[in-house]
T-cell receptor
């Protein structure tokens, strides 16, 4: 029972490069999220999805894109990486609405550095 | 607009001391959830508690207790007899209103770093 799995754990990018952060969950959760955590700033929502084929912007979506072709996977793509995207990225999914509404299970995080 | 404020950036205590982490929130909604998450040095986020806005009873779980006061929009977290393993960053969070359009998005506070020294 893996929960939420994120890859890679660490990555260094050069300015202007692109990459995809992978996120997969095996709990059959419909709702999934991408947050970024900057030092001393808490977590900010980038994008979220309420089900396969449905995505929407969060608070800080600029410079990112997502897709949700399956219930399990919710990749986050960075186009034209910038130093401002240096952060720790967390993927999360929400528990079943019957008992776990709004309770998020987080992945271990992906630390991205853009130089 | 919704907002969560954790005014204490860092707290340092000696083991066995009691410590309270403050959380103040702003919302115009009447139904919502409040949360606390723990982020130990290993970096993962661990769910601690979810509290419904209708339920203002205090909750105790072992050495942890939570005081929810809707009148002051506060949801404070107390650790009794702190231990070194309690050292972590603690986040308070607020949900959207509890209606059919709720998407599960959370608004997080800035976090409080707790250091428990032996």
């Amino acid at each position: 029972n893996a929960g939420v799995t994120q890859t890679p754990k660490f990555r260094i990018l050069k300015i202007g490069q692109s990459m995809t952060l992978q996120c997969a969950q095996d709990m059959n959760h419909n709702y999934m999220y991408w947050y970024r955590q900057d030092p001393g700033m808490g977590l900010k929502l980038i994008y979220y999805s309420v089900g396969a084929g449905i995505t929407d912007k969060g608070e800080v979506p600029n410079g990112y894109n997502v897709s949700r072709s399956t219930t399990e996977d919710f990749p986050l793509r960075l186009e034209l990486a910038a130093p401002s995207q240096t952060s720790v990225y967390f993927c999360a999914s929400e528990g079943q609405r019957s008992s776990g509404a709004n309770v998020l299970t987080f992945g271990a995080g992906s630390r991205l550095t853009v130089l | 607009a919704q907002k969560v404020t954790q005014a204490q950036t860092e707290i340092s205590v000696v083991e066995k001391e009691d410590v309270t982490l403050d959380c103040v929130y702003e919302t115009r909604d009447t139904t919502y959830y409040l949360f606390w998450y723990k982020q130990p040095p290993s970096g993962e986020l661990v769910f601690l508690i979810r509290r419904n806005s209708f339920d203002e009873q205090n909750e105790i779980s072992g050495r942890y207790s939570w005081n929810f006061q809707k009148s002051t929009s506060s949801f404070n977290f107390t650790i009794t007899a702190s231990q070194v393993v309690d050292s972590a960053v603690y986040f308070c969070a607020l949900s959207e209103p509890l209606m059919s359009s709720n998407t599960g998005k959370l608004i997080f506070g800035q976090g409080t770093t707790l250091q428990v020294k032996p």
